[in-house]
Every structure is written in structure tokens, then in C-alpha cells.
């Protein structure tokens, strides 16, 4: 099965304490296609100015990311500046300059209404609205957010959660999301506006996944030096979509395993700017780290005094 | 076999934007001996003043706690009192007043003398030294420490890091104590300072093993309202040391139970007061507690794209 993603391609300045970069490609849609696309299919919908340099995203082509929706518009493509902090969690915005992103109004090719997989990256949530109503019954339909949305656009951002099945936040947006400072008691609530999935990225602490009424904990690897991480939610989102693309199955095991590999999938994405790492793997190296992964967690039971 | 440990004794007051009590039986030594004492014998070592009422640690006779080691001195048994902030996690000491602890000299029962597990509790970390020199080659010493001795006696805590085998310590205490900003980089150059064998506690976002070269993560149990987080991390210990001393193993396996076993018991202590929920479980409760932290962590890799 194909995924579809709708984000931004988007060229960011990013500063660290070890190392500064001033045009880097970067933006959600770009993350989510490197890491799904190997995986499945990815069909990519994004909008980038008439600056654009196309060589700079040959590499998805090389993979397997189908451009038909991504347009070129008169002006600048989006552009984000940032720095992080020395404990590389904690960044400032340094600008945001929207650009053509401002008008972006995303149009689906028709090749793409068929689209089983559909995640929805952090943009105005009408707009996410936008692209459920072009697509015929997907399968599953996850969605990023954040709080610029949450506290500036909450009805629209609500009725655009009732179309959802998952939903994509960190341990933050739960809370300010659902009013509540208990995040599980805010997560709970947020199922009961809409998706009954909820994936909560907490960072160098990992991600919970909340499907139905079963949590699944899942750590991040131990990174002794994040380099820069930018995109990392983006690039663990298409590694969890491109998973469950791939094998086609959205039951309660097989979340679990694409948040492993999403989880996998980011890890890489931290290592270096931009996606200088996650572009160039192959598959051992995934596999690899899922083993790393699957050896960070694993718990051996057999002499265990429990039930 | 059994398990050592030496830590305070204390009548806490503790706040919490929900309730509050002014006179709460506390100190690690209560805590630990309290988890502890549902898997092995627990030979404990504190003191307290005389207006303690022993009646209030009836319930550690009745578990298997012996209690040789407790000495009561003229005056106030020790107190803290604190304030926990909205998101339960910060808090503000109110006061603390040593009282009897300020001259605490563990001196141990010649009983206690073969212990082969020993957990050094939070205290000055000569007079942890103090008490290995008095036990005969005991099979595991964990050691636990705060930010007052990093910074106020590092020397002495240097010494008597040389002489245990685990480090049980918070991610802000790693990071003081090794210097780096890198958790995992400090995690290692800990270990060249003495113990192999390091738990890195980060309370709702669980803990992390390092045992020789290899990192085990254990998630925390979702808990929807924490209701006082007070004496968690030495609940966590007695669990984790009571099951390896019930066990007798200390293979890289078995500490990766025994951290689980640790986790589950901590997550009783959280929901009321003191160790009013901790002191009251039956073997059930726990090994439902358990089984419920095995499923948080379980991933099924049967059909999994790894090899």
C-alpha cells in the first residue's frame, strides 16, 4: 500500500552549539518522505517557491516518492531559522518566513484519491480537512499538530480530529489539547474527541502509544550525541506510516511495531543535519537499529516470579 | 538472602495541590525495607529520636524487617517538609530539620555483618563507607546519592564510589556528577569512577540500566494521578534490591527483572501518602502490577521486518 503525506518542503537555518548550517533542506513532508519512502510508496503533496532547487530532492525521487503533487509557485519557498539550546531539547525560532506556504492550498493529483495511508503534517488543520475530503475512504489517517494550532485555530483543529484515526503530538500538546496536567487522563480525553490512536513523542524519553485502552511504552535509543533534531518527529512518523503501509495491517501489534521502527527511524535522523543520515541508509542499518531497539526493552520473563 | 540498608527514618509534612499531611511517617530506610520486605529479610539501620512512636513501623515487624539496627537517640526524630508544584514532578523543600540524624554512626548488629546485599540509602557518603567496611564481602552494593553530595563532598563520595557495584541516581545527577551534558556519555565515565552497574531514575519517564556496556530501558507505569511522588526512588530500590537478594542472581538478565520488580513497587507508593498504599498490598497486587509493566513494554517481533 501507498502512504500519502501532506507538509512542507521548507529550507531552514539551524544552529547548534557544536556545529550551524544556513540552508538546509528541511520541512515536514521532506522528513516523512525520506523515512517512509523505504518502505512503501509515498505520495508527496507540498509546495515549495520558484528558489527551489529541484537537485536538492532528487534523492526521494531515487526512492520511492512520487512528486506529481508537489507545485511550484511564484516566490520563495517556506523558510524556518532555529537554534538549540545546549541540552539540544529546548530551541528557539530564530524566523519563519511562510513564503508560497502562506497560499498553500493542497490540490491532490488524481493518481492519489486512492491513497490507503494518509498522514496529515503539522499544518492549518482546515487544510488537513481539505485533503481527507479529496481522498475515498482511507484506511488510516494520522495527524501532526501543534500548539500554534491547538490554542489558535481549536474549532477547526477539533472538527478536523473527528475525520482522524491517529493522532501525532508530544507530552505538551496533550495537555494544553485536553485541558488536563495528568497527560493520561489528557490522553483519554482526546480519544474522545475523534482518534482513537494517539501517539505521544516525548524525545530523548521515547513515545507512548495509546490505542484504544492499551498503552505501549517504547524508549528511544541511547544517542550520546544528538547533532541536530530537527525533523525527528517528522522522520519517526514516516518510519511508523511507511511501516503499517507496508505490511497493511493497523491492528493493536502492528502499531506497535511501527513505533518501533519509527522510533528507529529517528534516531538516525538526529545523527546529522538535516536528513544527511536517514537519506542514505540501507537496509541493514535499519535493521540493525531495530534489533538495538528490540534488545533496549526486552525483558527475559522466564524465571520471573510473575503470573 | 538478605538485604541491608542504611537510610534515615523521618516524619515528613508533605503538601500537594490535592491534600496535605502534617506528620507523615518518611526516610529512605522506611521506604526501601517497606518494598523490600515482600520478597527477602531486611536488616535495617537508622536512627530515631525519642519521640518516635514505634507503633507507627509496627506493620515493618510484621514484614519480614528486622529491626536490631535501629537505634533511638535522645531527641527529634528527622524531619522534612515539602511542597510539590502542579506538575507533581518540582518541589520545594519547606524545611528540614536533622534532629537525631545530624550525629547518625551506622553501627551494625553483628547479625547483619554477612549481608550480601547492601543498599547505602541517601546519606553522607563517609558514613556509607563507613558501613561496607563493617560487612564481610558482600555480593552486590547499590549506593544511592543526591546533588548536595556531588557537589558539597565529592572526594568522599569518590572513595566510596570506588567500593560499590550500581549507582542508582536521577538524569540531573549523572550529569553533575560526570560533568557532561550527554546523559549516556556520562553514564559511561561514571563507570570508569567504580560502579559497573548504573540506574538512571527518571520518574514518570521511567529508568534506565546500564550493567556493563548494555543499556536496558524500563518504561513507568501510567499512572493517571500521582498522588505524592515522596520515598518513590527508595521504593524503586527496595524492590529492586529485594527481588536480586531473593533471587540471589545478579546476571545482566536478572538485574533487568529486578529494575521491573522496582519499577511495579514504585508505582503503588505514588498513589496516597507515605507508604500507606505500599504497606498494604498482597503478592497478587504485585504480580498484577508486573504483568501490567510486561504488556506496556511488549512488542510482538514474530512477523517483524528484523532479522
Not at 505501549?216 to 550520546?224: G, N, Q, W, Y
Request: aromatic share 10%; hydrophobic share 40%; net charge negative.
Amino acid at each position: 500500500m501507498s502512504v500519502l503525506v501532506v507538509g512542507s518542503m521548507a529550507y531552514d537555518a539551524v544552529e547548534t552549539p557544536f556545529d550551524k548550517r544556513e540552508k538546509s533542506l528541511g520541512g515536514s513532508a521532506m522528513y516523512f518522505s525520506t523515512a517512509a519512502g523505504y518502505f512503501t510508496d509515498v505520495n508527496l503533496v507540498a509546495v515549495v517557491g520558484d528558489d527551489f532547487l529541484h537537485t536538492d530532492i532528487a534523492f526521494l525521487k531515487e526512492k520511492r516518492v512520487n512528486m506529481d503533487g508537489l507545485t511550484t509557485e511564484k516566490g520563495s519557498t517556506f523558510r524556518w531559522g532555529g537554534r538549540y539550546l545546549e541540552n539540544m531539547v529546548d530551541r528557539e525560532t530564530l524566523f519563519t518566513e511562510l513564503g508560497v506556504f502562506e497560499a498553500f492550498k493542497p490540490v491532490l493529483p488524481e493518481s492519489y484519491r486512492n491513497s490507503d495511508y494518509i498522514f496529515l503534517a503539522n499544518i492549518h488543520p482546515t487544510l488537513q480537512g481539505e485533503v481527507l475530503k479529496q481522498v475515498n475512504q482511507p484506511k488510516f489517517v494520522a495527524l501532526d499538530t501543534m500548539n500554534f494550532w491547538i490554542t489558535g485555530t481549536p474549532n477547526e483543529l477539533a472538527e478536523t480530529l473527528k475525520m482522524v484515526d491517529c493522532l501525532v503530538v508530544n507530552d505538551e500538546e496533550v495537555k494544553l489539547l485536553s485541558g488536563e496536567t495528568s497527560l493520561f487522563r489528557g490522553a483519554k480525553k482526546i480519544q474522545a474527541m475523534g482518534p482513537q490512536t494517539l501517539i505521544i513523542k516525548k524525545g530523548e524519553h521515547g513515545s507512548i502509544l495509546l490505542h484504544e485502552d492499551k498503552y505501549f511504552s517504547c524508549p528511544a535509543l541511547p544517542i550520546e550525541q544528538v547533532f541536530d533534531p530537527t525533523g525527528a518527529g517528522d522522520t519517526f512518523a514516516g518510519g511508523f506510516m511507511g511501516y503499517l503501509a507496508m505490511t497493511d495491517n493497523i491492528d493493536a501489534d502492528n502499531l506497535r511495531r511501527a513505533i518501533c521502527v519509527g522510533t528507529a527511524m529517528a534516531s538516525f535522523c538526529v545523527e546529522a543535519f538535516s536528513a544527511d543520515r536517514t537519506r542514505a541508509l540501507e537496509e541493514k542499518d535499519i535493521k540493525e537499529r531495530l534489533a538495538l531497539l528490540m534488545d533496549l526493552g526486552r525483558v527475559s520473563t522466564d524465571n520471573m516470579w510473575i503470573v
